[in-house]
Every structure is written in C-alpha cells, then in structure tokens.
C-alpha cells in the first residue's frame, strides 16, 4: 500500500470505536461518491477540475448546513493542490466535515479521493478547507452552535482550525504587503526571445446564470463560479503552451460579494508569468444585470503544468507582459510564487523532508508562525502519552513516535492564566527560573505575536561548548474557552546570526507551553518538546529515572510566576 494509500484509507475511517463499544460518526459528515462519465471530463480523457470543485462546494456546504440548521454559504476557500488527475471510469469519493464552529462562520475540512473499483485501490486527490458563513433569518443574525469533537483527529482539526482562521483573517493585508515589498526589488521584467506575447492569452467569457446554476437559496453556487473561472483560465494556459495544461493548485481566495440567478458573470483570465514548468493564471469573475456597473465576485491564481506521455512537466515558453498592468501582474507573480513555494516547504511537506531549521524573511513569516503553533496543538492533541516519572504533582511525560522521542511535563500554579501566559510569553525572563537558560536576547520583533529570540545554554559536558539556538517565538491567545493560551518555540535560520566558534548551532523541532485556565486562580502549564540531538542530553537523565532535574526547573518556574504575578496587576490592560 503506497503513502497515498495509507491517507485515503486513513482520513476515510469515519467511523469510530469509540471506548464503550458504541460507534461513533461526526454528525455533520456528508460523503459524495460519483463515477466520472465522459461528459464530466476534458478531451483527455480526465475529470475536468471545475466539476470537482462544483461537488466539493456542493458537499461541504451541506455539510455547513446540516451543522447550521439553515442555508450557508461559500466565503472563501483555502490553497488547494491537486496531487492527481482523475480518469473516466473512476469514482471520485468526497467526504465534508465541520471542524470548528466560529460567531456565524464555520470551516469544512473537505477530503477527496480516487477509487480504481476493479482494484480496490484508493488515493488522495485533494484535501481542503472552506469557510461557510450562516445567512441570517428572520430573527436575525445566526449564532452557531459549538463542534464538540469527540475523537483524536477531530480535536486536532479543531484546535487547529482556529490557527488557520487566524491565518485567513491577516492573510490579504500580508500578501498585499509583501507583494508590493517583493516586487519594488524585482527590478525590470527580464526580456526573452520568442517570448509569447501576454496579450495572447487573455480570454473574455460571458456566463447567463440560470435557475441550475444556484443553489436553493437562489444564490449562484461558489462552485460553478469555480468551474467557470477554471475553465476561462484552462484556455488561457492553453493558448500560452498550445498544449492541454494541468491544473496543479489554487491559492486561497475570498468571495467578494453574491450573484444572483439572472446576472450576467464576466470571467477573465490571462497568463501573469511562465516559468521553466509551471504558469501563473490569473482570473477575474465580476457579475452585472442591466445597465448596473460591474460587481467584483472573485479573483484567483492558478498554477498550471503541461505533461508529458511520461507525465514529467515539460519546458513552457516564456510570456512577454503588456506594459504597465502586465509588467505588474508579471512581477507580483514572481513574488507569490516564492511565497506559495515557502508554503509549501514549510506547511506541506512531511517533518522528514522539511530541515529543522528554516530560513526566516517576512515572506514565510505568517507560514513559520503557522507551522509551529500546529505542530504544538499537534502534540497536545496526543492521547498516548507514557508517565515516565512525578514528583510533588510535577509529571514528566514521553511519547516516542516515528524515532521521533517527545516529552511533556505538566504542572498546576495557583496564577490566574492570562497572568501566566504573559510571563511565560517573555523568553528574556526565562533564565530567572530555567537552568538551561544562559543567555536571552530579542534579536527582531517581527509582529505582535511573533519575536526572533538568541538563546545560549550551557555545556553538559566537561570541556565542551555550550550550544546556541534561534528561536522563533510564536504566542496565542484563545479563541474561545475551550483553547488554551500557547507558546510555541522552533528554530530558524538568520543571515545576520550566523554559528560562531563559541557555541554549537543547537535546533528546536517544536517546543512551547499550553496554559489551561481551570479556574479564577488555577492555571495548568504543560511544557512539550519534541526531542533533537540537541536537546536530548539535557533531558536523558530525567526520562531515564536517574535525576529529577525538570522537577527542580518547573518548581522554579512555580516559584517565578507566584513571586512575579502581582507585578502585573498594576499594569494598564491595554499592556496586558
């Protein structure tokens, strides 16, 4: 059975043994299969990529409803990249879920998957998340009742669905932000020759909307402006490479506004750049009735590849922009590539093939921040923990997964959360309490939530140097009750703080605390780490029973956050 395999099978299983006996099912899960006909496909025989967004839409909004109770709607849909083609004779399998339940938004977690019915084999396609909104009723605006997870897997969507809320609510302003920073140092556009020009593959399409293209709400479906837009940009590619492209992914979009049965939809679509095997397209959906003036409903990028009989991408001409506009478009394609490149090493790949240090710059910033504050949900999300040792209510927990060894310790303050999240936030303070801390400096603030931080330690060894590490810090406050305030630790990478002959280059895969408010005035901290050859040697006597060193550190920090907590109490809350 291939990796792809073991997914599908995996993210399939949506029943549940649950621990007295009963089996369990999401109560918001919706499930589509259909078999792809040739009039569901393209001239080569594959599923067209707009049908299967037409019934990924329509799956997870029924799903979004059923959680609802009343008619949802698309507002937006997160990066999608399509790891396979589809052929005719396959059933595509399409399961929805609610992850997480917001004021009146929610996310759907969208699986999709290929079934070969003569094999019985299955795969992964695509996994997705859309945000639905809840329209209102007659008495008003909708307040959504809460996900309850009840498995694993569905406590870790849950708790990281808010980080990715997180994401999509700054998402615009920091792509906006750094194209204009990326692009101002492109320069001029580099000329090619035989350079297609860009004019060439721009295409106009106009759309009726008609009572089949809406959904009961008379509201024209997300998906089919999804099919529409896909198709204009398929012939735009198609013009650039005079070959038939494949659509490889769609960046995070937003739906700007509704259309509504009787609206006319202008699609546009243009080839922004060509690299060496992959193309940008960008499309645009503005809707009209009468002599209105054209509404914005959509905009999208999309990445295109051509195949060839090996299915191995081939070598694209290169685009020749228009001026002004297109030399823009060109530039800022540039820029999102690097950017949906980022996040992909960084977010997509598995831990054994991403480095544990990541060079840090503003473009992956959002994404780094993203990656750590999951990995620590991740971790806390684990229900397999083993009690290696307690002392005086101090636990020291391991979990040893994939020759990866993670440790935990857990304790309770008598500090009210927030208190204890805000010290705790402040890694300069750490040596007040933490043996391992030797050094702390801020070496850049790079938001609100996020700081670059030098951190030295101490030799463990006679004779031995002592080991640095470039941390970035990434805090959280809840979302709602039922999180908890995190801080979460990795390591990256900094031009301007090199390894130097004092200190051994140390790394940090993930690390961090989760803080619990069980009360006005009981806090539960847990700290995780889990484990590189760096860290182990301050830990292998603890997690061996030989010492109780953690105990020592944590009755410490115990003892740093009862001293310290008044000292907040006089600070304004705007500080706070």
Not at 77 to 83: P, Q, S
Request: glycine share 4%; proline share 5%; with cysteine.
């Amino acid at each position: 059975m291939t990796s792809d395999e073991k997914a599908a099978d995996t993210m399939l299983g949506s029943l549940c043994i649950q621990e007295n006996g009963e089996v369990y099912r999401n109560p918001t899960e919706v499930q589509m299969s259909q078999i792809v006909m040739p009039c569901h496909a393209n001239h080569c025989g594959e599923l067209s990529v707009g049908q299967l967004l037409k019934w990924m839409d329509s799956t997870a909004c029924l799903s979004a409803e059923r959680h609802a109770g009343c008619s949802c709607i698309t507002a937006s849909v997160d990066d999608i990249h399509f790891e396979h083609t589809i052929e005719v004779g396959k059933v595509v399998n399409i399961i929805a879920k609610v992850n997480r339940a917001f004021t009146s938004s929610m996310e759907v977690g969208i699986l999709v998957t290929c079934e070969d019915l003569y094999t019985d084999r299955q795969w992964k396609v695509c996994h997705a998340f859309a945000t639905f909104v809840a329209r209102r009723t007659e008495a008003g605006k909708v307040q959504l009742k809460q996900v309850i997870p009840h498995t694993q897997m569905e406590q870790m969507e849950y708790s990281l669905a808010a980080e990715r809320r997180r994401m999509r609510l700054i998402h615009a302003e920091i792509i906006t932000d750094l194209l204009s920073s990326s692009t101002a140092q492109l320069g001029e556009c580099q000329e090619y020759q035989d350079a297609v020009p860009a004019e060439r593959t721009r295409v106009e399409s106009v759309e009726l909307v008609l009572p089949p293209h809406a959904n009961h709400q008379v509201s024209t479906f997300g998906g089919q402006i999804m099919a529409w837009m896909e198709n204009v940009a398929t012939i735009a590619a198609s013009r650039l490479c005079n070959a038939h492209p494949t659509l490889r992914s769609i960046d995070m979009f937003h739906f700007r506004g509704p259309s509504h049965i009787g609206d006319r939809l202008v699609l546009k679509a243009i080839v922004n750049n060509a690299f060496k095997h992959s193309m940008e397209v960008g499309v645009c959906a503005e809707a009209y009735q009468g002599g209105e003036p054209l509404r914005h409903i959509n905009s999208a990028f999309m990445t295109f590849e051509v195949l060839d009989s090996d299915r191995k991408p081939c070598t694209l001409p290169r685009i020749r922009p228009e001026p002004v506009d297109g030399k823009r478009r060109y530039q800022e394609a540039i820029a999102r590539r690097k950017i949906r490149l980022d996040r992909k090493y960084i977010i997509s790949c598995k831990k054994t093939e991403v480095s544990l240090s990541v060079p840090w710059d503003p473009s992956n910033q959002m994404y780094l921040s993203y990656n750590s504050v999951s990995a620590l949900k991740l971790m806390d999300t684990r229900n397999n923990w083993v009690l290696t040792t307690e002392k005086n209510k101090v636990r020291l927990y391991t979990l040893e997964e994939n020759h990866m060894l993670c440790f935990k310790v857990e304790m309770y303050v008598s500090v009210p959360a927030e208190q204890t999240f805000i010290l705790l936030s402040d890694l300069t303070r750490r040596k007040e309490w933490d043996p391992h801390y030797e050094e702390c400096e801020v070496i850049k603030q790079a938001d609100e939530d996020d700081t670059l931080y030098r951190v030295a330690t101490p030799c463990v060894s006679r004779g031995g140097k002592g080991k640095d590490f470039i941390l970035l810090a990434s805090r959280r406050k809840p979302c709602d009750s039922s999180d908890p305030y995190l801080i979460a630790l990795r390591s990256v990478t900094l031009p301007t703080h090199p390894p130097t002959e004092d200190y051994t280059r140390g790394e940090v895969v993930c690390a961090g605390f989760t803080i619990w408010e069980e009360s006005s005035f009981v806090t539960k901290i847990t700290y995780y780490n889990q484990a590189t050859p760096g860290v182990l040697p301050y830990i292998s006597t603890d997690i061996a029973g030989l010492s109780s060193s953690f105990y020592s550190a944590f009755s410490a920090c115990s003892q740093f956050l009862e001293n310290n907590k008044d000292s907040l109490a006089a600070l304004p809350p705007s500080t706070l």
